[in-house]
C-alpha cells in the first residue's frame, strides 16, 4: 500500500525557518519526481518545488532563494527546508510523489506563518 507521510509543520513568526519531511512507502518502482505543492483558504493548490530522480529541481518563483528542495532517493524521502518565511507561505503543504501518470498525495501538514 503505497503511503505518503509528512512531518514538519507547525506555527512560527515571520522570518523563521521550518523544515518538512516527507516519506513515501509502498513503491515496487522508483519515483520519478517527488515534490511539495501548497493550498491556502479560497486558493489552488500550487507547485512550491519538486525534484526528478536525476536531481533536477523546479521552483514557484515566490519561494526562489527562500526554499531548498533536497531528496534521497534511496530511502524514497524528499525535504523542504522553508527559510525567511511570511504570511503568504501560510498554507497546508502536501507532499506529492509521481511515477509516469500516477500522482499519488500525502494528508498535508499547516504551516502558519505569523507576523
Known amino acids: 500500500q503505497v503511503q505518503l507521510v509528512e512531518s514538519g509543520g507547525g506555527s512560527v513568526q515571520a522570518g523563521e525557518s521550518l523544515k518538512l519531511s516527507c516519506a513515501a512507502s509502498?513503491?515496487?518502482?522508483?519515483?520519478?519526481?517527488m515534490g511539495w505543492y501548497r493550498q491556502a483558504p479560497g486558493k489552488q493548490r500550487e507547485l512550491v518545488a519538486d525534484?526528478?530522480?536525476?536531481?533536477?529541481?523546479l521552483y514557484a518563483d515566490s519561494v526562489k532563494g527562500r526554499f531548498t528542495i533536497s531528496r534521497d532517493n534511496a530511502k524514497n524521502t524528499v525535504t523542504l527546508q522553508m527559510n525567511s518565511l511570511t504570511r503568504e507561505d501560510s498554507a497546508v503543504y502536501y507532499c506529492?510523489?509521481?511515477?509516469?501518470?500516477?500522482?499519488?498525495w500525502g494528508q498535508g501538514t499547516q504551516v502558519t506563518v505569523s507576523s
Open positions: 525534484m526528478s530522480d536525476g536531481g533536477n529541481t
Open positions: 509502498g513503491y515496487a518502482y522508483s519515483i520519478d519526481v
Open positions: 506529492e510523489a509521481r511515477i509516469a501518470i500516477r500522482r499519488d
